[in-house]
Structures are given as C-alpha cells and as structure tokens.
C-alpha cells in the first residue's frame, strides 16, 4: 500500500489554529473517501471528520463541530484539516485514513500520524 503521510501538527497556544494535511501518492486518490482521525494518550482513536470523493462533508464530531473544517483538492492528492479554536483537549496524534460508507472505519494502515500539542 501507498504510505499515509500527515503533516502540519506542531505546539500551538489554546485559542490558536493549524491546517494538517494527508498525501497519497496514488492516481485514484479521487475515488476515495477520506477520514480525520486522533490519538489522545491513554485514549482509543477515534474518528473526527470525513470527506466524500467528491469533496462533500460527510461528518463532523460533535467534539470538534464548528471549530474543525475536512477539504480536499484532489488535484494535489490532499485531504486537509483545518482547525480552530483549538483546545488543551485536543492534544493528540492526528491521522488520516482512507474511509468507505461507515466513515469510522479506516481501510488501511495508519501512517506515522502529526502530533498536535495544545499548551493551555
């Protein structure tokens, strides 16, 4: 399998942002729905955000709803994450994955993920 390759994490201030991004180096990276996911210590993974192929929203989590943004430019193979408001809570490793219909469940496996340290 092509590799996952997220980057854009970094330390960040409470009330700060940052924009992560996911390339795929594949042809058919337009075909796919694609999902944010993140890692707190000592927590299970969970999903945050998915993407249609066609660049429609499909889902946001009630955690991160209003304040994290999924977009894709499929002529750069990059699914991003746009994210705002940022909260101490949101300190995690972040990645994304390819997703089908249930947008909870990545296809394949995880890359090396971002992290993102939010300092209070």
């Known amino acids: 399998q092509v590799p996952l390759v997220e980057s854009g994490g970094g330390l960040v201030q409470a009330g700060g942002s940052l924009r992560l991004s996911c390339a795929i180096s594949?042809?058919?990276?337009?075909?796919?729905?694609m999902g944010w996911f993140r890692q707190a210590p000592g927590k299970e993974r969970e999903v945050l955000a998915a993407i249609s192929w066609s660049g429609i929203p499909i889902y946001h989590a009630d955690s991160v709803k209003g304040r994290f943004t999924i977009s894709r430019d499929n002529t750069r193979n990059t699914v991003y994450l746009q994210m705002n408001s940022l909260k101490p809570e949101d300190t995690a490793v972040y990645y994304c994955?390819?997703?089908?219909?249930?947008?909870?469940?990545?296809?394949?496996?995880w890359g090396q993920g971002t992290q993102v340290t939010v300092s209070s």
């Open positions: 594949e042809r058919t990276f337009s075909r796919y729905n």
């Open positions: 994955n390819t997703v089908g219909s249930d947008y909870a469940k990545p296809l394949r496996s």
